[in-house]
């Protein structure tokens, strides 16, 4: 019997398997079946081993028919300025070259492949957002598949949009300014700092970002003012580069008291001193290298000379020395001198004259006697340009006080006011009669001063004490009383000026300036209020605050139309007996300049600049 055998065949059409059977028997047919599986199976494990090999050990793997190597690994963009730097790593050794392409391949730039970490600048770009390609190549000419990354690029258009840290205050003394920093933007860096020196020189400081404030040494002053311009540099997250906001112009103002009072067009002045003991003055300077006399030449363009009548005798010669010798000393000074007073409560008067008796024939000749007496001594009557004639004749509620002075008589009102407006149905006949007698004397201003008549608020405690003044105003015009000036003496309390701020009192300078009268400040100091009857602490917030109430008077007297300032001192605790310890001028008692002054400086500057 022939056997005949028929082979197995096994055909592999994209990786799938059939068979076809002969006649053989059995066992032969199994066998071929495991050695043929075998076989293939071996060729398929080989095959996958080859192939995933080949990916980890970044080699090169086929996609179709295109043979691809290592692509770049890691990337990075970081902005600069008309530039980008990418960063890159290559994580095999096969490529050897890089490039990097942008504006849609547009633009291409090659990289050299010697290290696994690669850095490529790519300038000069214009401003705008970017997407760069990176394709590696090997020796061959192989790439890799492209790696997208997109960057930013700054220009001036950002730089556009960067402000400089602000510039809270600049103080500026003897030489030296002092620079007061706003909060810094997290990405600053620093801020750079342009100013000219005393020499002529241009000078840079770079003033890091934690600094608040910043010394700007031997700069050179102007006659009011001088400039310093800045800029700060950032740097923003991820980038290479610092960009610099713009520069800003910061104005430091450089110009005494007395130059900033002249280029308005206004007289700022004080009470200048006599001198003696503690208190040091022009006369008898006891202060350090004689600083007070130095700074009221510096710092005044006006002084005020102060009379007590208490000096006035019956009998004999008056006491004029020490007035006469100020108002000599500030004739050689100032543009212009004031003198204070003439007349006014008991308080300033002699006892000889408060407790005698006296018919009203009698105390007429005794105050033409004084005026001719005072205006005649040192020929004060052509040395004063402005003489306080009368001083504080109110009480609070509007009143007279109750004045030795007031047994000369008393007149009817002529104001033409009525109702409320006229306080009083009758006034001193003391009063019209100094302003005679004063202008039979001399050609200079009178003024009629008092204390918390300029606020003609009527929720103001002092709102009736205001319509008495203005009623006297009105009156002695009616009369033909020569009244040229009206002092507000301007004594307050660190914040606490005026309740409803300075538009009323304004509103007051206005009023009376069109009943026919100039406005002058005559005694502005601010003080410090004691608390349990004791002078407290001085503080920042305190002094902060001085400054403040300082810059609003000056400012809103100055938009009213005041145009004579005059404080009530240089320095405090100059005298013992007024204000002691209670802070209320502008330079402390060791001649150190207080946030007061430069409140002062900047509410004339602005003025200056507004005008």
Known sequence: MKIITRSRHITAYNGHFSMRKSTPDKLMYMKTIQANCFCYLSGFILLFFAITGCKDDTELFKDGSRLYIEKADSVQSLSGKNRVEIKFAVPGTDAVTAKIYWNNRANVMEVPIEQDSIKAIIEPLEEGEYTFEIITYDAKGNSSIPVKITGTVFGSQYAQTLQSRPVKDILYDNGTAIVYWGAADEESVLTEVNYTDASGAAQKVNVPSSADSTLLENIKPGTLYTTITHHTFFRPLSAIDTIAAAFKTDTVITGSLKDLAKAKGIFFGSLISYGGGA??????????????????????????????????????????????????????????????????????????????????????????????????????????????????????????????????????????????????????????????????????????????????????????????????????????RPIDVVGIQG?????????????????????????GVDVHITELDIVSAKVNSQPQPWTKALADQQRKDYYDVVTAALKSGVNLISLWGLRDNNDPNWMYGQAPLLYDENYHKKPAYYGVQRALFDAIANK
Not at 437 to 453: I, P, Q, S, V
């Open 279 to 480: 208190s040091h003055g022009v006369i008898n300077d006891g202060s350090p290298n004689h600083i007070y006399t130095e700074l009221c030449k510096k710092e005044f363009n006006i002084g005020q000379a102060t009379w007590g009548p208490g000096r006035w005798n019956k009998d004999t010669p008056s006491d004029f020395n020490d007035v006469n010798a100020v108002i000599n000393w500030s004739r050689g000074q100032y543009d212009k001198v004031t003198a204070m007073l003439i007349t006014g409560p008991d308080n300033y008067m002699p006892a000889w004259f408060t407790g005698g008796t006296f018919t009203p024939t009698e105390m007429d000749a005794m105050l033409k006697k004084l005026v001719n007496e005072i205006m005649d001594s040192n020929d004060n009557k052509s040395k004063v340009d402005v003489w306080n004639v009368a001083n504080e004749l109110f009480n609070n509620d509007g009143t007279y006080r109750d004045m030795k002075w007031d047994d000369m008589g008393w007149e009817d009102d002529a104001s033409g006011l009525k109702g409320t407006d006229q306080v009083n149905l009758k006034h001193p006949v003391f009063i019209g009669k100094a302003f005679q007698y004063c202008r039979e004397k001399t050609n200079a201003l009178l003024e009629l001063r008092d204390y918390g008549m300029e606020n003609g608020d009527p929720s103001d405690r002092y709102y009736t004490k205001y319509k008495a003044f203005y009623q006297l105003i009105k009156h002695l015009k009616a009369t033909n």
């Open 491 to 515: 004594h307050m309390t660190i914040g606490a000026s005026y309740p409803n701020g300075y538009d009323t009192f304004m509103k007051t300078v206005k009023k009376f300036k069109d009943a």
